[in-house]
Every structure is written in C-alpha cells, then in structure tokens.
C-alpha cells in the first residue's frame, strides 16, 4: 500500500513542479510589464523560452539542484536591475524556498538551497548598492531563518517518509509462507530501517546491533520475542524498578547494565516502553561500543520515529501470533474430529466382537431343549458362564453406544445455535460457490429488505455442509452449474443445479442413492457407499433443514429449504 502512496506523492509533486514553473514565469512576465527593464524585449522572450526548453529537458532529472539552479538562473535574468523589496519582486524570489518541500529528488539538502539563495540575492543586490558587511550579514540571516524554517519542514517530511517505508519493510515480510516463526525477521528489517534509512540521514554514528522485547511480571523480566536468541536475559532488581518507572517519568531509559545468557555484559542501551492492549511492552535497542548516550536529536527521533514503528511492529507480530493461536485451535479440532472417527472406526469392529458372546448365549438358549437330561446339568454351568460373558459385552456395547451417540464429540452435530441475517448467510455460501464456480452462475431473487430476516442454526456446520455439496458438485459437473436464492412459505430456498453425465450402470447407482436420501434411509445410504449423501443428510437432519434431490435428464438438482426465524 505504502507503494501507491509513494507513487501518488511522486505524480503529484511532479504536477505541482509544473504548476510551480508556469508560476515563476507568469510572475516574471508581470515584473517585465510593470518594471522598467535593462534588457531589450526580444531577450527576455528568448530567456523565457530556454527557461521553458530546459526545465522539460531535466523534468525526470532526480537531482534537484539542477533545476534549482535553471530556477535562480531565471529569477535573477528577470529582477536583474530592479527593486528587489517590491511585493512581486520578492515573491519571485522565495518561490524556489515555497517549493522546497515539493521536491521530488530523494537527495534534497536545505543547505544547496541556502548557497544558492545567498550568492544569487547577493549578486542582484550589490550589483546595484554599494557592498557593506552589515547588509550581507542581514542577508545570511534573514535567510538562515528561511531556510531553518524550511528544513524543519524538510524533517518532518522525512520523518514521514521513512516511517511509510518502514511500514512497507515490515509489510512485505511474508511470514505466511514460513512454518517457523518469522519475528527475529522482522526485527532484522527494523533494525536495517533504523542503521540505513534514519540514523544515516541524521548523521548518527551509532549503530543497533539487535533489538529485544520484554515485559515485567512479578519484577522480573520474560522476553517476549528477540531479534537474537537470548536464553537468558538478567537485571538487578534496582534497574528493573527504574524500567518500571518509565511510563511516570519519561518515554525512554538508556545504559541499563545487563546480562546476556550468563556471560556477555551489555551497558550501551536504549529502552522505550509501549502500552499495547492494556500490556506494557519494553524494547531494548542494544548499540555497538560507539554510543554514549542519545543526544537530543536521537531522543526526538525515538518519540516521533520509534514509537510508530514499534507499534507497527507490536500489530504484524500480534497479528502473526493470533494466525498461529487460530491454526493451533483449528489442528486441536480437527484432531479430535480425527480421534472421533478412529475411535468410532475401531468401535464398530468392537461392537462387532462383542455380538459374539450374546449369540453365543441366545444360541445355547435355543439348542438348551435338545440335550439329554443328563447333559443339561453340565450345560447350566457352562450357560451361566455364557450369561455373564453376554451381560459384561453388553455393557460395553451400552457404553460404545453412548460414545458414539454424545453429540459432544460428533464433528456433525449442533455445537452453537444462533441467529444469523440471512445476508450472512448468502455471503458464507456466495465465498464457497465463487471458489469453485462463477460468480454469474448465481441468480438472487430476494428483494433487499429480506436480507435482514434471520435464521438459527449453526454457522460453522452450514459451512460444512455446502462445502461439502460444492466439493461434489464440481467433481462430478458436466458444466451448467447454477444457485438460486429464493423465498417460499417462510423458508429461504436455496437450489443447487448442474448436469451430470453419467454411464447407464453409474446413473442407476446415482438414482438408487438419490431414492435412499429422499426416504432419510441413512443406514442404506452407508451400505451402498454413498457417503457422502449420507454425511449431507446427518448434517441437514441435525440442523432441521429440508433436503431432497433430483436427477432427470442428466440435471441433478439439491433443493434445501431452511426455516426463518419469525
């Protein structure tokens, strides 16, 4: 994004160079006329022109102070001879200080813009007075203040500037494409930000070597993240009540003695605190032997430079943590959705072992009256034996049942019903039918009004469900894919078409499980391996959603009605 800001800036300041230019020359042009002038009108038209010629020959010049130069090349050809303390007259001259900020060279220096400034009024103003130290001392200091007041301007649109590429630096790490975290990378990034962009431009000698986050809990310190790997990261407990303080006294402490790992001492520091999400986070910028301590110009710097930066830095690593919070959560789900099904999976070889011993019971039962009365005897033992062998299986067959029947473990059934507008609802299956079919495939035939009607279901598991169904429909499509959002009789309609050409012996099968999910024969549907009808009929049967299909000539059609709330 940072990019397209730079570019517009860019674009703009070209614009406004051009504006600028054509307003030099108006005002030369007004002088002309309503001065008295030393030269003939034929030169001044011919300066005109080559002024013109050459600042379109340097338009894409990144060096500013050529056209400074062409610019006070102009203005002293045109005020050569005049009273320079007339209105216009000095005007003209402190266009070029007006337009300083415009620049849209990357290496503009106030100072160029000084000396150019001096020897050019200097040269109009003695060639016509007589020279006085007094006055060119008037001079230097009238400019001096100018040109002060511009390069505070000039600061504080660096300062800018580099915070937006800052900004872009941390942006374009792409820490999605990495397993590991990417945090010592972006701490990396900024300390290259602060080295090369800032620090250089305000001619600091020091360097940061490496940058740590901590906070303070039951005093002491826990490092939260690091450019560097710290094992160990250890302070007095004087120094850490100073740190504690910052927040009452001042924005940063420097030269806090500390220990790294047990080993390397490290006392050349800077640590500025920042309060994110109701948590004080400290940063430590650790400097090479150089640094004594911030001098007033890098205490600014940290206050307007740092502290945005660190912010940036605190969001993108939040933001990165939060990702990682979310696919933890999501791998703990889908690990017990995983353990459901191989629990349920062994359960129903289980159950099958544990038949055994009741008919084995019932079949003893059965043959009981057969035997010789002799025999009975010995067989009464052996059946009271089978009867509690068949009771025991049938206690785990009771609790396999329970297992498999807790709705708390079942990845398909109801976790939370709430009220959702139905343009909720359109927009979740509007995103999962646009990843797979065209978004022109779909006709909507609400009138707007009923967007704001609602439903109760189960958010998480009508995602489920028409992902489900898309991920059919585009295995088995033979093109014409449409959805319809419609309104009937208080439910929203939505139905799901396309054609599917199939061989005689794969239609009948089709057919068949279209029969057996229209009659809710889930167990059927198991048999003749038509799993993914009957996961799509778990899911709408727990939801209370109307469901049929349809297949004639080669259309299949889903059909789902889902009740509104009133």
């Known amino acids: 994004m940072t990019d397209s800001i730079h570019k517009f800036e860019y674009y703009t300041k070209q614009i406004i160079s051009m504006i600028y230019r054509l307003f030099i020359v108006t005002i030369g042009i007004s002088i002309l006329i309503l001065e008295k002038n030393y030269f003939d009108w034929y030169i001044y038209s011919i300066g005109i022109s080559l002024y013109l010629l050459m600042y379109y020959k340097i338009l894409n010049n990144q060096k500013a102070i050529n056209r400074l130069i062409i610019d006070y090349i102009f203005i002293v050809f045109i005020l050569y001879d005049k009273n320079l303390f007339s209105l216009l007259q000095i005007t003209l001259f402190l266009l070029p200080f007006i337009n300083s900020p415009n620049h849209t060279s990357k290496n503009k220096k106030t100072s160029q813009l000084f000396f150019i400034s001096l ?46 590429d800052g900004y872009q630096k941390i942006d374009d790490i792409d820490f999605e494409k990495s397993r590991s975290s990417n945090i010592p990378g972006i701490y990396n990034k900024v300390i290259d930000i602060l080295n090369d962009i800032l620090f250089n431009n305000f001619y600091i000698k020091s360097k940061i070597q490496y940058i740590t986050c901590f906070i303070i809990s039951n005093n002491n310190i826990s490092i939260k993240n690091s450019s560097n790997f710290f094992q160990q990261l250890s302070i007095s407990q004087n120094d850490i009540q100073k740190i504690s303080k910052l927040r009452k006294d001042s924005h940063s402490i420097f030269n806090i003695n500390f220990t790294i790992n047990n080993d390397i001492s ?32 890098m205490k600014i710097l940290i206050h307007h430079y740092l502290m945005p930066i660190f912010k940036k830095v605190l969001q993108t690593i939040s933001f990165e943590e939060h990702i990682k919070d979310t696919q933890l959560k999501n791998k703990k789900k889908i690990l017990n959705e995983m353990k459901y099904v191989a629990t349920t999976n062994k359960s129903l070889h289980t159950l099958n ?110 995602e489920i469900l028409f992902i489900d169904i898309l991920e059919n429909m585009s295995k088995y499509t033979s093109g014409n894919e449409h959805i319809l959002f419609d309104y009937k009789d208080n439910n929203i309609i939505i139905i799901l078409s396309n054609l599917v050409k199939l061989s005689p012996k794969d239609k009948k099968k089709l057919v068949t499980n279209i029969q057996l999910f229209n009659n809710d024969d889930r167990t059927q549907l198991l048999l003749k391996k038509g799993h993914g009808f009957a996961n799509i009929k778990e899911i709408v049967t727990n939801l209370n959603i109307v469901c049929n299909i349809s297949y004639v000539d080669s259309l299949f059609k889903m059909k789902v009605a889902i009740n509104l709330k009133e």
């Not at 200097?122 to 511009?150: C, P, Q, W």
Request: glycine share 0%; proline share 2%.
């Open 353 to 462: 072992n544990q038949f055994t011993p009741i008919k084995t019971y019932f079949k003893m039962l059965d043959d009981y009256n057969s035997f010789d009365d002799s025999k009975k005897e010995n067989l009464n033992i052996m059946i009271k034996k089978m009867e509690k062998d068949a009771k025991k299986s049938f206690e785990r067959i009771l609790n396999l049942s329970e297992y498999l029947l807790d709705k708390n473990q079942n990845p398909f059934s109801i976790k939370e019903l709430r009220d959702y507008k139905i343009k909720v609802l359109y927009m979740k299956i509007k995103q999962i039918w646009t990843e797979k079919f065209s978004e022109e495939s779909i006709i909507f035939k609400f009138e707007d009004n009923f967007l704001n009607r609602k439903i109760t279901s189960d958010m998480y598991l009508l």
């Open 266 to 297: 490290n006392n050349k520091n800077i640590i500025v605190y920042i309060n994110y999400k109701s948590t004080i986070y400290y940063f430590i910028l650790f400097f090479d032997d150089s640094f004594d301590k911030p001098n007033f110009l």
């Open 119 to 164: 020897i050019s009024f200097s040269f109009l103003y003695f060639s016509k007075n007589d020279f006085t130290t007094l006055k060119l001392l008037e001079i230097i200091g009238s400019l001096v203040i100018i040109t002060l007041i511009i390069s505070l301007e000039y600061i504080k649109s660096l300062l800018i500037k580099n915070i937006l």
